[in-house]
Every structure is written in C-alpha cells, then in structure tokens.
T-cell receptor
Framework: NAGVMQNPRHLVRRRGQEARLRCSPM?????VYWYRQLPEEGLKFMVY????????ESGMPKERFSAEFPKEGPSILRIQQVVRGDSAAYFC?????????????FGQGTRLTVV | GENVEQHPSTLSVQEGDSAVIKCTYS??????FPWYKQELGKGPQLIID???NVGEKKDQRIAVTLNKTAKHFSLHITETQPEDSAVYFC???????????WGAGTKLIIKP
C-alpha cells in the first residue's frame, strides 16, 4: 500500500507563472489536507477537501490559490501568478475519515522555488 | 483560535540520554495531540499521539504526557540513538476545529 504520493518533489517557477502541485492520497482515503511550511517553521493549514468538495479553505489565500479533489485523479493545489513569497514546501496529508483525532499520513512534499 | 507553543527550538543530548520536548496550547477544547518527526527532505511522520481522556501514553522508548489543567503536553524519548536526530513537531486539534495547529518545531541533535 503506497503512501501519500506528491509530485513533483521540486518545482521551479518564474514569477508570474502557474504552479500545479499534485497529491495522490493513500488507497481508500477520501480526506485530503494541504499544508505549507516555511524554513524552520511548523506547518500551516491551508485547505481540507473531501472527494469533490472543499470542506475548509480558511487557511488558503483568497487570491491566486485554489484546490480541488476530483472524483477521479489526484488532488491539485494550484497557484497562479506565483510570487517569491510563495516559495515554500507544500505538504499534502490524507486520512481515512475526517474529524479531530484522525491519523493523517503525510507525503514527501513539493518544494516550490519562485525565481 | 488555538495557539501551540513549543520549547526548546533546539535540543542537543548525548547518545543514550533522555530528551524532553514541551508544548503548551491555548484552546481548552483541544482534545487530540499528535507528535510528528520530520527528517531532512521528508514529510512529517506520526510517532505518537494522545487524546484528552488519557494522561500518559508510552510506545517503547517514546512517551507522551498530557496535563489538561495546565494545558501542556510533553514528548519524552529515552535511550536516545543517532537515528532520533530530526525535527519534532507537536500539534493540537479539537472536534470543532479539526485543523492541526502546529508548534514551531524542535531540532533534536543526538551527539555520539
């Protein structure tokens, strides 16, 4: 049973380009969470999705950022018109069920560098 | 909202000694407290968790204690080994706010 798969592992974009980060949850998991991590900091919640639905996007910037988790295929975190401040590690986690106390399994992350 | 503080930011211990990392939280409704280990270039990995109806939990060399009155919880690692070197994060969540709120992390260095 493969773990949470994220790709690409490293992504370099020029300012103004679009970044697409993909996350395939663990088999059987229908709950996906995206977190952002700056160097030497903890993870910051961005968005929580369940198949085809956004449950909570309170941690995601209102502009330029969007997320989806279609019925088929991976979850996508999309950042339009990237700026230098978007450079960070983006982690995806998945869980079997939702709610507090549910163990979340993390992927290896995508390290986005905006030049 | 919830705020989680973690100390120390860096901890250096001799191999074989014990390490203790402490976290405090602000929201008394928080009821789930996981600890994650993150190695360089990798995603966080759950190592142990505790729920608010339990005061202590142990798994081999790792233990976590929770003091609900004082709103703090701690990670204890005994007989430390070189492979314990990593960054450790505490986190908290509640039934009304399932988001994990993370501490800033502790870099644990095990000296040979």
């Amino acid at each position: 049973n493969a773990g949470v798969m994220q790709n690409p592992r490293h992504l370099v974009r020029r300012r103004g380009q679009e970044a697409r980060l993909r996350c395939s949850p663990m088999k059987g998991h229908s709950h996906v969470y995206w977190y952002r991590q700056l160097p030497e900091e903890g993870l910051k919640f961005m968005v929580y999705l369940q198949k085809e639905n956004i449950i909570d996007e309170s941690g995601m910037p209102k502009e330029r950022f969007s997320a989806e988790f279609p019925k088929e295929g991976p979850s996508i975190l999309r950042i339009q018109q990237v700026v230098r401040g978007d450079s960070a590690a983006y982690f995806c986690a998945s869980s079997l069920t939702g709610g507090s106390g549910t163990e979340a399994f993390f992927g290896q992350g995508t390290r986005l560098t905006v030049v | 909202g919830e705020n989680v503080e973690q100390h120390p930011s860096t901890l250096s211990v001799q191999e074989g000694d014990s390490a203790v990392i402490k976290c405090t939280y602000s929201d008394s409704a928080s009821n789930y407290f996981p600890w994650y280990k993150q190695e360089l270039g990798k995603g966080p990995q759950l190592i142990i968790d505790i729920r608010s109806n339990v005061g202590e939990k142990k798994d081999q060399r790792i233990a976590v204690t929770l003091n609900k009155t004082a709103k703090h919880f701690s990670l204890h690692i005994t007989e430390t080994q070189p492979e314990d070197s990593a960054v450790y994060f505490c986190a908290a969540s509640s039934d009304s706010n399932y988001q994990l709120i993370w501490g800033a992390g502790t870099k644990l260095i095990i000296k040979p």
